[in-house]
């Protein structure tokens, strides 16, 4: 049998730099060091936490974080994930000397960021090195939302009924409310039930980045967000929407602020579009589709658009990474032929 040599490992590493895959291209695009001052001043600890054993570095632990979005792992997964595969090793920067974190110190990580609501300030601060490295909102906004759906609750009737009312069923002890979601919600979409949250998305028409996010619970309307997905840093202020979007109030608003709307005409009963109005819906479905381009990428690429989680806090972090980590894997695409990097301002 062929014996191990002594640069064998060494080598592969070297046969794995050539191929300059995906996460070879993150590392080589984004300065990590950008997110350390969000992250310290989230994690920072009173004196009474002194002691133990030292902690991971923080953007180490990010770096953990935004690798789960990107291929929607379980905790648990994650750190067997680092353990086994060289490429999450190297993109943490990680020897086979290094100790791996494990889920508990993940989970750990993430519920402090929770915590100190970070997880916004991180995609606001990636945001804006996206602007210093040259990728501007620009072009006009199109505005969508998609469901997230978590596992789905066995509950009875009347619990459900308690839980809509913002109760929590009498007989659920301490273990039981811990293991169950009374944030998340029933909805239906073309005779389709969904069960979880929402994430609502601002994603500019020229780079197809996510520029600004809100997450609901599934029952809410997708026009209900507009005003808070709206971004006026946008070089332009055309927007697009599809249909659901549309009312008499909400073009009256988008006038207000500024914004030309190109928002889709809606059919009413006993009342169909006109030839015209089919024609511009048409026109303006050749941009608005670039969204649908972005949940697609989540939900194939990612894996994402399903979450595990329990309550609107951890679901609105975990969507938030999500968003993220697109930003950060569409970054790796625009500039890799441009020899753009993320540096501080």
């Not at 009498?170 to 979409?189: E, F, I, L, S, V």
């Not at 073309?190 to 980045?209: E, I, M, P, Q, S």
């Not at 929407?241 to 207000?256: G, H």
């Amino acid at each position: 049998m062929k014996q191990p040599g002594l640069f064998d490992f060494s080598e592969r590493q070297k046969k794995l730099l050539k191929t300059r895959d995906f996460l070879e291209r993150v590392s080589l695009l984004v300065t990590w060091e950008i997110f350390r001052p969000v992250l310290d001043k989230a994690l920072e600890r009173k004196s009474h936490d002194k002691g133990g054993r030292p902690a991971y570095d923080a953007v180490l632990m990010f770096k953990v974080l935004v690798l789960q979005a990107l291929y929607n792992l379980s905790d648990e997964q994650t750190e067997y994930q680092i353990l086994d595969r060289m490429s999450f090793m190297r993109f943490l920067g990680l020897e086979l000397c290094d100790a791996v974190p494990d889920a508990r110190t993940i989970w750990l990580f993430r519920e402090k960021l929770i915590a100190a609501e970070a997880v916004e300030k991180l995609f606001a601060q990636f945001d804006a090195m996206l602007s210093t490295a040259g990728f501007t909102a620009s072009g006009g906004q199109i505005i969508d939302a998609t469901f997230v759906e978590v596992p789905r609750q066995r509950n009875s009737r009347d619990d459900n009924e308690t839980i809509k009312k913002g109760g929590v069923p009498a007989d659920w002890n301490g273990k039981k409310k811990a293991h169950k979601d009374t944030d998340a919600r029933w909805t239906k979409k073309n005779k389709t039930a969904f069960y979880g949250y929402k994430n609502h998305v601002n994603v500019d028409r020229k780079h197809k980045l996510i520029r600004k996010y809100k997450v609901t619970d599934a029952s809410v309307h997708d026009s209900q967000e507009l005003d808070n997905v709206l971004d006026p840093n946008n070089d332009a202020q055309e927007t697009w929407a599809d249909s659901a979007y549309r009312s008499e109030e909400q073009e009256a608003r988008l006038k207000d602020k500024g914004c030309t709307s190109n928002i889709h005409e809606r059919a009413y009963r006993n009342k169909p579009l006109t030839p015209e109005q089919s024609a511009a819906n048409t026109e303006r479905s050749r941009v608005r589709a670039r969204v649908e381009h972005v949940f697609g990428h989540i939900e194939t690429a990612m894996n994402g658009c399903y979450i595990r989680t329990i309550g609107f806090m951890r679901a609105q972090a975990k969507i938030g990474l999500e968003n993220l980590a697109y930003n950060v894997s569409r970054f790796a695409f625009l500039a890799s032929g441009s020899n753009a990097t993320l540096v501080s301002a």
